[in-house]
């Protein structure tokens, strides 16, 4: 086996199904070759003939995946802490989206932009990321709102991803909310996003999925459905932003269309859940969301573990609801809002996470034929990476092998 280097005396968490809840092997080591994993496994089954090989003494650290951040909006510019003293003052976050704050208030600033002032903006946000092991973020649009801000927003997310060591997944989000020049226009404004809006960046090869808000503040189940059926004629996976002020029945649409991920899902009733189980439909929690805006409406956990629901999680960073910068805080955060257990927590940031941005076949696990995206810890047992508060162990982290 001709590979460019092994990682030895190594306590792995690959993540597998397997005899405990980590997919543990103690001790173990991964042999690299290029940019994928050749080989993983306990440290007595090491295959011979590596000594060419660069050999990394672990010292017994443990070795993740690399991390998955699945839902994120980092491309934007401006500042809603603003907002966020009203929110205290009172005003609810539908309150103020109504007067024109919300979301709003980042698409003037982000309109406003440039793409280099985006990426400019972004990039300290990326490194936050990065700096906690995510070897892989997923970016959406939604705060351009017209064909040449949305493909804007994209552009400057691929160009993030050419910046730094990290895989850079793009997610159209151009359904996120009523831009003030289609004020009344809901369906006009939907027929731009099926259609120019989806056709541009397409073209360009800007986005790997399209996403819409299906909510009271958001979109009608019709309209989603026009946005997801327009996505699949151009051979794009769908996923969705659901159930998170209220129950829409936007997560069983999208269970329905083979969505990848239906988010947030706070009001997720158990229709919504048997849908997401019999497509294979991920449910992405936010618990950011959730604690920022001082929520009390959980999503359904033990319903979605009743079903057999794969739970994702992810930091969901963006200005107005979820100025979320850590991985790991968002692990302890689904542990302590939502009761996950720790081993549900890594799996969410890594093997489901994946699996939500349809990616399983790269990431997520630790396994022959995998990127070799890893992430390596000073730790003394996997849990601690949801237990601690305000705490970055990350020893060394391994993107595409390098």
């Known amino acids: 086996m001709k590979v460019d280097r092994v990682l030895v005396d190594a306590r792995l968490a690959t993540m597998r199904p ?32 590596l ?18 951040d699945c839902h994120t909006h980092l491309v934007y510019t401006g500042d809603r802490a603003h907002e966020f003293e009203l929110r205290l003052e ?22 406003a932009a440039t793409e280099p002032e985006l990426v400019a903006a972004s990039l300290p946000r990326l490194d936050a990321l990065i700096a906690e092991g995510a070897t892989t973020v997923e970016i959406k649009s939604g705060y351009g709102l017209a064909v040449e801000h949305e493909a804007k927003m994209l552009r400057a997310a691929r160009a993030l991803g050419r910046a730094r060591p990290v895989t850079v997944r793009t997610t159209l989000l151009a359904a996120h909310a009523l831009p ?46 026009r946005v997801f059926a327009a996505a699949r004629a151009r051979g794009l996976p769908v996923k969705l932003h659901a159930e998170q002020l209220s129950n829409q029945g936007g997560a069983a649409l999208a269970a329905g269309m083979g969505a990848l991920s239906a988010d ?19 449910a992405v929690l936010l618990p950011g969301a959730f604690y920022f805006l001082r929520d009390t409406h959980h999503p359904p956990v033990d319903l979605l573990r ?74 003394e047992r996997p849990g601690e990476l949801a237990y601690r508060i305000a705490w970055n162990p990350l020893h060394r982290r391994l993107w595409g092998g390098r």
């Open 18 to 49: 397997g005899a405990d809840a980590y997919g543990s092997v103690v001790p173990g080591a991964v042999a690299i070759a290029g940019e994928r994993i050749a080989w993983a496994g306990p440290m007595a089954d090491l295959p011979t003939g």
């Open 51 to 68: 000594d060419g090989a660069e050999r990394i003494a672990l010292e017994g650290r443990w070795v993740t995946p690399g991390l998955v």
């Open 90 to 111: 009172g005003a609810t976050y539908e309150e103020l989206s109504r007067a024109g704050g919300g979301i709003m208030s980042t698409v003037r600033a982000t309109r």
């Open 180 to 225: 003030p020049e289609h004020a009344g226009e809901a369906d006009r404004y939907i027929d731009l996003c099926a259609g120019p809006i989806l056709d541009a960046v397409a073209a360009e090869g800007l986005v790997d999925a399209v996403d819409a808000f299906c909510d009271t503040i958001g979109f009608t189940r019709a309209q989603t459905e």
């Open 264 to 282: 947030h899902l706070e009001y997720l009733d158990e229709e919504g859940v048997a849908a997401m189980a019999r497509s294979g439909t991920v």
């Open 306 to 379: 009743r079903h057999g629901v794969a739970m994702a999680i992810s930091t969901d960073l963006n200005p107005g609801s979820s100025p979320l910068h850590s991985p790991l805080l968002t692990m302890n955060m689904a542990c302590t809002l939502f009761r996950l257990t720790p081993a549900e927590a890594l799996a969410g940031m890594t093997r489901h996470a994946a699996r939500a941005l349809g990616i399983a076949a790269d990431a997520g696990t630790i396994a022959a034929g995998k990127r070799a995206d890893l992430a390596i810890w000073d730790i």
